[in-house]
């Protein structure tokens, strides 16, 4: 096999084999009130697809994940589904594990904050905080009486000016009023540094406009913050004094160092948290608790700051925010349902450039899926490949005289790899992503100039080679670029290019030094099928995580069809019931089995008409009573207005047949 070079990283280090620093991955830990939405799906894609294009350019990585359990809320949300808080964390945390395995999410660790390990780091930092000074020689901690607003859905004190008509204006409920004795953080010592460090780009806040909201802040003036709770008796006891429990900002923020090993893996703190380039990525609505507090909360323990904090877009849709209580949640398991696990991580991560917020239009998914990934990378996939497979028996072609248009073509993947490293390096996804389709469209147009379908029919092998070799080649590297975002597709195109173990190639590590296509080339099915517009007035319905059910809009997923077990059944016998004008008592065989169902078709069909007809029934539906008479099944019938008419079979078939 013939080595080549085509990718060379946009990091000198990666091609000369010096160790590169790590880079540490974090999203948020979610709340386990909520069902995971597009929204958690995307922050933890887009950390998940940093993850493997680090690791692809050469660089080490973690990335952590996880949940937030503890906290008034989750307690008050178990108490009011009879559970006790932990059973309740253990069933929603698993719903965040559940969605991001279907989604192809390799985390490294996945954080719990009610894991043992958690619950003694935050200890041991409360401890440590408790026992430092300021320079002044105060406390960093100490004691006071808090009385506030505290919104429970935010699970933060809110002021009266924040209140519209009273109300908390994200979560549309009554704050409590809240006075305790509470212990708390002094922040306006550490106020300064902490603006320091943002403004001179230590802690790097990106986009640009985030971080002027946040040097915006220290303007205004921030307060010192409350760091425990009386009441709350769902959290971690604060180790000073238990009768206190940690608040919850200050008991999930460090979720970011227990689980690299504060405390208790001096190794593996080092590496990744001290020595690592640290990203945490998130929205805008938790910017001041990791811009702000969480910088303080580390300098006053003496552990360094995060490098980066990234504060992505927010989704909404039709407008308005995704919330539970709107019932416009889009489900990402729905997404996978339809469009596949890779499919659905292209689709969320293409919506808008990474920062921006964006609206979405479910119904656009069906023809961004087509476009994108059935029309311009499946088919080009197809297209070189069938031709090889057809001309050159799926041998690689041998290479031939190349012109011009095929140099450029060549020139074009390799710029398309260096788009995509420097995309990496800025944090810019969506540019990384738009590098390989890129790269695949130019391709594609390579191949409209170059017109293989003529040369093959001229019978120009040399040259048709010659342009199958190219095309190949940008195909290969389009798939590597884009296997962070298309991880199985990737593979999979790979494994079509010739590669016996194309995991293997991904993670070679470095985009230098990779094999050109070996063959056999073979296209088994195609890479992304086209999807059918579906009949449905709205694509956004179908994807909410609670549909509303409105009469012909409402969408089940194929595993919900399959779960109703259809079957043919032969009528036996049929009678009218006394005293109900509608009614026909049906015996029926459904193969051996001999059943009773009661149907309401007796104004459309006599009893003798049914004798001996196959019709369609509900096998597996619950026993009902109907005027007293026992019904085990339903028939299927097509109405419309008043002309009904039996779902039948179009030939004989025998009874007990499913249907599907
Ligand atoms: O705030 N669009 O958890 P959370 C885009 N537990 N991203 C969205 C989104 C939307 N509409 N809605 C949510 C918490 N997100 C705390 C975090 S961290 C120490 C503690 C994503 O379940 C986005 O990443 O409310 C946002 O920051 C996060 O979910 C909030 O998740």
Redesign the pocket.
């Known amino acids: 096999m013939s080595r080549s070079a085509p990718l060379p990283s946009s990091d000198p280090s990666a091609d000369s084999g010096a160790p590169q620093t790590p880079v540490y991955i974090t999203?948020?830990?979610?709340?386990v009130n909520?069902k995971p939405?597009i929204?958690?799906a995307?922050?933890t894609i887009v950390a998940d697809y940093l993850t493997r294009a680090h690791r692809l350019l050469g660089r080490p990585a973690f990335f952590l994940t996880g949940t937030?359990e503890h906290g008034a809320r989750i307690a008050q949300v178990a108490r009011e589904h009879g559970i006790k808080p932990q059973e309740w964390c253990d069933r929603h945390s698993e719903h965040f594990r559940a969605a991001w395995k279907r989604l192809d999410v390799a985390y490294d660790q996945f954080i719990r904050t009610t894991d043992k390990r958690h619950v003694d780091g935050v200890r041991r930092m409360l401890e440590r905080m408790h026992a430092a000074t300021v320079p002044d020689g105060k406390p960093v901690i100490y004691e006071g009486i808090y009385t506030g607003l505290y919104c429970l859905g935010c699970e933060k004190f809110i002021t009266e000016k924040e209140l519209v008509d009273g109300l908390c204006p994200s979560h549309l409920t009554a704050p409590q009023k809240l006075t305790e004795k509470n212990y708390f953080f002094r922040l306006s010592a550490f106020l300064p540094q902490v603006e320091r460090l943002i403004n001179e780009n230590s802690i790097r806040i990106l986009p640009e406009e985030r971080r002027r909201e946040v040097l915006g802040l220290f303007k205004q003036g921030l307060e010192d913050f409350s760091i425990s709770r009386e009441k709350v008796d769902w959290g971690i006891p604060l180790p000073f004094d238990p009768s206190q429990n940690a608040y919850v900002?200050v008991d999930?923020?460090p979720?970011?160092i227990t689980a690299v090993g504060y405390g208790d893996d001096p190794e593996s703190f080092a590496r990744w948290w001290t020595q690592g380039t640290v990203i945490h990525?998130?929205?805008k609505?938790?910017l001041k608790?990791?811009a702000v507090y969480w910088p303080a909360m580390l300098l006053s323990i003496g552990e360094a700051v995060p490098d980066q904090i990234f504060i992505?877009?927010?989704?909404?849709v039709n407008g308005q925010?995704?919330s539970k209580s709107l019932q416009n949640a889009i489900d990402p398991n729905l997404l996978v349902d339809r469009f596949g696990t890779d499919g659905t991580r292209y689709l969320l991560l293409t919506q808008f450039p990474f920062g921006q917020d964006g609206d979405v239009k479910a119904d656009l998914f069906i023809r961004q899926f087509n476009a994108d990934l059935a029309n311009d990378l499946g088919n080009l996939v197809s297209r070189a490949v069938t031709l090889i497979e057809r001309h050159f028996e799926g041998r690689r072609p041998p290479g031939g005289a190349s012109q011009p248009i095929d140099n450029e073509q060549r020139q074009q993947a390799e710029s398309c790899g260096k788009r995509f490293a420097a995309a990496i390096e800025s944090l810019a996804p969506h540019d990384a992503i738009g590098a390989g389709i890129d790269l695949v469209r130019a391709a594609n147009r390579y191949l409209e100039k170059t017109q293989p379908w003529s040369l093959a029919k001229e019978n120009d092998l040399a040259r048709l080679g010659t342009v199958l070799n190219t095309a190949v080649e940008s195909i290969r590297v389009a798939a590597i670029i884009l296997s962070p975002i298309l991880p199985s597709k990737s593979r999979l195109i790979l494994a079509t290019l010739g590669f016996t173990d194309p995991e293997a190639e991904l993670n070679r590590q470095g985009l230098s030094g990779w094999d050109r296509c070996p063959g056999p080339f073979h296209l088994e099915a195609p890479i992304f099928p086209r999807m059918d517009k579906v009949a449905l007035p709205s694509m956004e319905k179908a994807l909410m995580s609670e549909p509303t059910a409105v009469a012909g809009e409402n969408v089940i997923t194929v595993d919900q069809f399959r779960q109703t077990q259809l079957c043919t059944a032969e009528v036996i016998s049929a009678e009218k019931i006394a005293g109900a004008d509608r009614l026909l008592k049906l015996q029926i065989a459904l193969g051996e089995e001999r059943r009773q169902i009661v149907a309401g078709i007796a104004q459309h069909y006599k009893p003798e008409d049914l004798v001996g007809r196959t019709i369609v029934v509900v096998a597996n539906l619950q026993p009902a009573t109907i005027r007293g008479i026992a019904s085990q099944g339903m028939l299927l019938a097509a109405s419309n207005g008043p002309t009904l008419r039996l779902i039948t079979t179009d030939g004989p078939i025998d009874s007990g047949s499913s249907i599907g």
């Open positions: 999203t948020p830990i979610y709340y909520d939405h929204g958690h995307y922050t937030d900002w999930a923020l979720n970011y990525l998130m929205a609505d938790i608790f990791h992505h877009g927010y989704f909404t925010k995704m």
